[in-house]
């Protein structure tokens, strides 16, 4: 058996630890295939909204169940939770949420990572064991 596929749900069950863990009250959220945000967490008087993104799909029967994303499929990704992360309005905060795999890495970092800090965004990565690294506001 190879490396465990990373898929959405772990991620976002693992950032919301990461959150709760760090003081944030984080409110339920609808399964993955659900429209929306997958995270909103509150401390204070800030409100976070996280995008997440897996690195295959969890859903049986789908083409890519039990699969890895490969690199064109891992851009769209990125890019799609960039893009709904861009959209959140102020004062609400935003996140998006990776596997922390050297692929996300590198199409996270593609954009110049660093940017994303400038634009309020905090990227969430996540690790195989579940633990969570953050970059940026958060």
């Known amino acids: 058996m190879g490396v465990p596929i990373l898929v959405e749900g772990f991620v976002v069950e693992s950032a919301c630890r990461a959150l709760a863990e760090a003081g944030w009250q984080v409110t339920p959220v609808p399964s993955t295939p659900a429209p929306g945000v997958d995270i909103t967490a509150v401390q204070g008087t800030e409100r976070l909204l996280v995008e997440a993104k897996g690195a295959g799909s969890s859903r049986e029967g789908s083409k890519r169940y039990g699969k890895p994303f490969n690199s064109g499929q891992v851009e769209i990704s990125v890019g799609a939770a960039i893009y ?9 905060l935003a996140g998006v949420a990776f596997p922390d795999l050297p692929l996300y890495r590198s199409k996270v970092g593609g954009t110049r990572s660093e940017n994303l800090g400038l634009l309020g965004i905090s990227v969430f990565w996540v690790a195989e064991d579940g633990s969570v690294t953050i970059d940026g506001q958060t």
């Open 84 to 92: 709904k992360a861009l959209g959140v309005r102020k004062p609400d």
